[in-house]
């Protein structure tokens, strides 16, 4: 049986830690151990994950990467090294990479290791149905499911028939430890579409999997932004990066929201 890290970046993450936390204490199989990377909060979220960890009984570090490593301001709350600092503090054998806003069935501990238990597979992720209080993004959430394949298909096309797909943080991406840090893990100097770079590096050791399972993720940014302006700005920084365009020149476009 293999031992799965879940490892959780936040940054004023207060509205939405405490019930992702929740989620976690009916997973069965349980994780191997769980692990919060904090981004220097502004805001309560550190309280509400010792508070919620002590009340839930669960198996969970909270780790604060601007502390640890002496970094202040923007520089702590780098999305990439934080997971990154998450995936060495881990002893896991598989790294589960889950966004504090997502929920997810009981049963994924099961689905990860059912799926990394084919030695073709290097990393997997979910479906993301993203919804809120008030509705569910259909459209949206169909689009993502598709660009999945099509932007390999489109700007890969030779990987792509060999199998990579493009997968997102909140799909709950996951793979071994040991590829992971063969790829070099995260890239940190990227400030967005780490989780691409990363689908990239993996696909040297196999194959990227789609799971025909869902998730949950919240839709804050879809509910700033609007549904048509969301739709362009995914589209429109899906097809730069795709065609070689900075992803730090991209980041001013993807503020962050919460």
């Not at 579409?193 to 194959?207: F, I, T, V, Y």
């Amino acid at each position: 049986m293999s031992r799965v890290s879940i490892i959780i970046p936040t940054f004023n993450e207060s509205a939405t830690l405490q019930s992702t936390l929740r989620q976690l204490t009916i997973l069965n199989p349980p994780a191997y151990e769980i692990i919060i990377v904090d981004g220097n909060s502004t805001d309560n979220t550190i309280e509400i994950a010792k508070r919620s960890v002590e009340h839930f009984g669960l198996d969970c570090r909270v780790l604060s990467y601007g502390l640890s490593k002496g970094v202040e301001g923007e520089n702590c709350r780098s999305r990439s090294a934080q997971l990154n600092h998450g995936a060495k503090a881990a002893t896991g054998d598989i790294l589960c990479f889950l966004h504090a806003d997502t929920r997810i069935p009981d049963d994924t501990i099961a689905v990860i290791e059912k799926t990394l238990n084919d030695p073709a597979i290097a990393c997997g992720g979910f479906i993301s149905l993203m919804s809120g209080a008030e509705t569910t993004r259909w459209g949206i959430s169909l689009h993502n499911v598709l660009k999945t394949y099509y932007a390999p298909l489109l700007f890969r096309p030779r990987h792509f028939f060999k199998g990579l797909r493009l997968l997102f943080g909140d799909q709950v991406m996951f793979c071994r430890r040991s590829d992971f840090w063969q790829c070099g893990g995260f890239d940190e100097a990227l400030p967005i579409m780490e989780d691409g770079d990363l689908c990239l590096k993996l696909a040297k050791k196999g194959r990227i999997q789609q799971i025909n399972r869902v998730v949950h993720s919240s839709d804050r940014r879809v509910v700033y932004w609007g549904t048509w302006k969301a739709t362009a700005i995914y589209l429109y920084v899906g097809i730069l990066w795709g065609v070689g365009v900075s992803a730090t020149y991209l980041k001013q476009f993807y503020d962050d929201i919460r």
